[in-house]
Structure formats: C-alpha cells, structure tokens
C-alpha cells in the first residue's frame, strides 16, 4: 500500500499564478485533510472532506478550493498565489466511524514557494 | 472549546538523559482520543500512539512510554535514554465524539534536540 501520496513534493510559484496540489489516498479512508505548515509552526487546517461529494472548510480556507469526486482523490487548488501562501502543504486521511478514529495518515507533505 | 496545549517549545538533553514532553489538553466530547507524532528534520509526519479516553492505561513501546491522565487531563510522553534520532518535532493531537469527531486539533508541537 502506498498509503497518502502527494505531488509534487516542490513547487515554486510566481504571485499571481494557480496550481493545483494532487492528494491520493489507497487506503479507502472517508475523511480527508489539507493542513499547512509554516516554518517552525504547527499545523492549520485548511480543508476537509467527509466522503466524495462533501467539503468544509478549516481554519484558513482562504485562498485555497478543494473538491472531493472520488473516495481517493482530494486535490487542493490554490488561485491567484500569494507569497503568504508560502508553505508546506500536508495532506492526510482518516477512517472514522461508529468503531473509533484512526490516527491520520499523513504525505509526505509538498513544499511550496510563492515568489 | 477544544484545545491542546504543548508549553514547551524546545527541549534540549544530552544523549542518554530521559525526557518527557507534555500535552495538556481540553474537551468537551465525552469520548475523546489522543495522538502522537513525530516529525523529523526530514520533515515528514510520523504516527506514534493513539489513546482511547476510556482506556487510561499507560503504555511502553521500547524506550517510548506514555502517561494518560484525566484527572489532569493530561497526556505526557517519555522518552527513556535519548538517542539523537529521536531529535524531532513532536505534536500532541486530539479528536472525539460529539463534537469534534470529523476534526484533529494539533498542540503546537515540542521540538526536541538530542544532543551526542
């Protein structure tokens, strides 16, 4: 099992620009996370995702759109970048139901500049 | 209101000395569980231990134990003869039902040096 894999793992991108930041799980896990990560930080959600079709927002959604069309599939798109938007992005997955949580799956996370 | 609490931003020991690194954490959920991670320079987030708020066994895992509390609502982590590779960044986080069961809340981590 590849477990949750993000690409790309850089990225260096000029203000103003889009991209896309792909999350892939395998381990058919309902709930899905974007967190990001500044140097010497912790973590902040951005988005989550309770199924395929379902999306809320975290704590700093702005900037930053998601979609969930499938049970594996839960990229984060970031428009009109900012160099605020500098960070390592995270993305994670859960199995959570009646039996418990999970712990949080993690990738091993994308390294995003905005210059 | 649900919070974790790690009030130590750094630690530095000497290779070999026992530390323990604290969570303290609040909730209002009635089933709750507590989580550890480790994330080394190389920067990716690694799982340690999950705890059930019912279950307030403590738990050794090798020179990795942990100290669940709820009376003080505390979730401690000891690591026994450091060794360099245990220098990381560790986070405490917590989920739990009603309330917060689609969320993780992460403690703003404890960065640990480890020196030879």
């Known amino acids: 099992n590849a477990g949750v894999t993000q690409t790309p793992k850089f990225h260096i991108l000029k203000i103003g620009q889009s991209m896309t930041l792909q999350c892939t799980q395998d381990?058919?896990?309902?709930?899905m996370y974007w967190y990001r990560q500044d140097p010497g930080m912790g973590l902040k959600l951005i988005y989550y995702s309770v199924g395929a079709g379902i999306t809320d927002k975290g704590e700093v959604p702005n900037g930053y759109n998601v979609s969930r069309s499938t049970t594996e599939d839960f990229p984060l798109r970031l428009e009109l970048a900012a160099p605020s938007q500098t960070s390592v992005y995270f993305c994670?997955?859960?199995?959570?139901?009646?039996?418990?949580?999970?712990?949080?799956?993690f990738g091993n996370g994308t390294r995003l500049t905005v210059t | 209101a649900q919070k974790v609490t790690q009030a130590q931003t750094e630690i530095s020991v000497v290779e070999k000395e026992d530390v323990t690194l604290d969570c303290v954490y609040e909730?209002?959920?009635?089933?709750?569980?507590l989580f550890w991670y480790k994330q080394p320079p190389s920067g990716e987030l690694v799982f340690l231990i999950r705890?059930?708020?019912?279950?307030?066994q403590n738990e050794i895992s090798g020179r990795y134990s942990w100290n669940f509390q709820k009376s003080t609502s505390s979730f401690n982590f000891t690591i026994t003869a450091s060794q360099v590779v245990d220098s990381a960044v560790y986070f405490c986080?917590?989920?739990?039902?009603?309330?917060?069961?689609?969320?993780?809340?992460f403690g703003s981590g404890t960065k640990l040096n480890v020196k030879p």
């Open positions: 381990m058919n896990h309902n709930y």
């Open positions: 705890r059930n708020s019912f279950d307030e």
């Open positions: 994670a997955s859960s199995l959570i139901g009646q039996g418990g949580h999970s712990p949080l799956h």
């Open positions: 986080a917590l989920s739990g039902y009603p309330y917060n069961f689609n969320k993780f809340y």
């Open positions: 909730t209002r959920d009635t089933t709750y569980y």
